[in-house]
């Protein structure tokens, strides 16, 4: 019998669908999960007919794929892909290439990928983006590790990937981690925007006391637009429109306001802080889902601090598509990415991960969860400017922002009096003024710093550093 030319470990809702993708685009495939009965499912159910086989263990797995083999795996993060890592590896021979398809966490990446290399084994850390369609249908893909190793494995995932105008989503990112990091931002950046929509959502329900379908009609305008055509946007508005089956009504006002998370976000935030990235609007959309778990103390302090008195404010109409709103929507959009690709700028500086920002945005052009039009304008941008510090001040974007800006001052106004909680829009307007503003008050920072501690200061009108003894 002839080998496979790829194997899979992990049949959950990713691995079933990456396999199903392999197969469709000529890779005969095999795949071993942990739990055979699931195995036994998917080749009597999705896995039938196709050029997919199954194996009981991890040796009879290995034994059924061609040389050097080709091994995705997909099971949880963590301490589950080490476990997988351990049980494989007695069976791997020199030149055998393992992938983690897996969300890992990119400093987990570095340690497997130079235990692993060290064995000669091949090892790429590939974060994969685009839910169960995308993985089906073709997701975009981040894989790092050594040039060698992707060589080994790059005619599979340019044919696996979502395809764009100006080729697949896919490229070799870099060393190490590095498409594990890239990854993450990618779902910190993701973060950002679902928060920004749910805010959108919560103004035009509360303050313009829409309902969900006028709401969808706005949301329908935005995605007609350049700014903030999109995956994301797409997809509020269907869920804005999808009716409870058992009365009719609006879905989405049934369902529990607790956001889950599963690290990505977290782990976006404390690494760009360690880079000394600024990401307030990532950060205050992980915040929001922090403050969302807290349900029975919002309650209890709904009951005891009260909310204030609402009052109407002018934010637009359906057939302008809510001006404001929607100022507030691009600038906080556009905020998210460019604090997402500050992250992996001095990322690629700190770790030596050469990171080719046009790649990146091309990449996300397709495929994947923060996919939309405006990645084309950020493309353009880093091609315009590789060593562009800050996506603000490319002219397409700086007029946006110069443009916007009062729209975006009024919602956040507009929301504060009202005593509607806008975080990612609030941090944005911050974040584009602080940017904006050359003297900022931290030199009373500076002070207070040497006053207490003696940490000393600089000066603008001399070189050197000082100190002063403030507390006579
Ligand atoms: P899950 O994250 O739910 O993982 C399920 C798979 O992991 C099953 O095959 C399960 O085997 C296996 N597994 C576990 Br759990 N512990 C194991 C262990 N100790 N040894 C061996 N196998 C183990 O599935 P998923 O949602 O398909 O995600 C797979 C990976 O892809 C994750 O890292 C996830 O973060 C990432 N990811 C998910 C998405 C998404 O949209 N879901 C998108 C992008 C990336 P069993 O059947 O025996 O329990």
């Known amino acids: 019998m002839s080998k496979a030319h790829f194997g899979l470990v992990g049949l959950g809702v990713m691995g079933e669908n990456l396999v199903l993708n392999a197969e469709r685009n000529g890779f005969s495939s095999v795949v071993y999960n942990r739990t055979y009965s699931k195995t036994e499912a998917f080749l009597n159910g999705r896995g039938a007919s196709k050029a997919i086989s199954g194996a009981v263990d991890l040796q009879e797995f290995v034994n059924k794929l061609e040389r050097p083999r080709r091994i995705l795996m997909m099971v949880k993060a963590g301490s589950a892909t080490d476990a997988v890592i351990q049980q494989i590896s007695p069976f791997l021979e020199e030149g055998d290439l393992l992938i983690d398809g897996g969300n890992s966490l990119f400093s987990d990446t570095e340690r497997r990928v130079k235990e692993l290399e060290s064995k000669s084994f091949g090892y790429i850390g590939m974060g994969v983006s685009g839910g169960s369609k995308g993985a089906l249908e073709g997701p975009s893909m981040m894989p790092g590790g050594t040039k060698a190793s992707y060589d080994a494995i790059e005619s599979l ?129 992980l915040n929001a889902r922090v403050m969302s778990s807290m349900k029975f103390q919002r309650e209890k302090g709904q009951t005891i601090l009260g909310l204030t008195s609402f009052s109407t404010f002018d934010l637009g109409s359906i057939s302008d598509g809510m001006e404001p709103i929607m100022d507030a929507v691009v600038l906080s959009t556009i905020a998210s990415y460019a604090q997402g690709m500050e992250a992996l700028r001095l990322a690629s500086k700190e770790y030596d991960y050469n990171l080719k920002m046009p790649s990146i945005a091309q990449i996300w052009k397709g495929g994947c969860i923060i996919r939309s039009t405006l990645l084309k304008r950020i493309q353009d941008a880093y091609n315009l400017d590789p060593q562009l ?64 501690g003696s940490h000393t200061y600089e000066r603008i009108d001399k070189e050197g550093s000082f100190h002063t003894d403030w507390v006579k």
């Open 389 to 452: 510090p800050n996506l603000l001040i490319d002219p397409w974007f700086a007029e946006q922002v110069v443009r916007r800006l009062p729209g975006l001052t009024r919602v956040v106004a507009a929301a504060a009096q009202a005593g509607i909680p806008v975080p990612c829009f609030t941090s944005t307007l911050d974040y584009i003024n602080s940017y904006r503003t050359s003297r900022l008050p931290q030199n009373l920072v500076q002070a207070m710093r040497d006053c207490f």
């Open 157 to 285: 995932l340019t044919k696996m990937a979502a395809q764009v105008e100006d080729g697949p989503c896919v490229t070799y990112i870099g060393p190490g981690g590095s498409g594990h990091f890239v990854k993450t931002v990618h779902n910190g950046i993701e973060y950002g925007i679902e928060q920004i929509l749910a805010e959108a959502y919560d103004l035009m329900k509360r303050i313009c006391g829409m309902n969900c379908d006028d709401i969808a009609k706005v949301f329908a305008f935005w995605n007609s637009s350049e700014e903030l055509s999109s995956y994301l946007v797409e997809i509020t508005e269907i869920c804005l429109k999808t009716k409870d089956p058992e009365d009719g009504s609006d879905l989405v006002e049934k369902i529990m306001d607790k956001a889950g998370q599963k690290g990505t976000g977290l782990w976006t935030v404390v690494s760009a802080l360690q880079l000394g990235a600024s990401v307030p609007t990532i950060y205050a959309s």
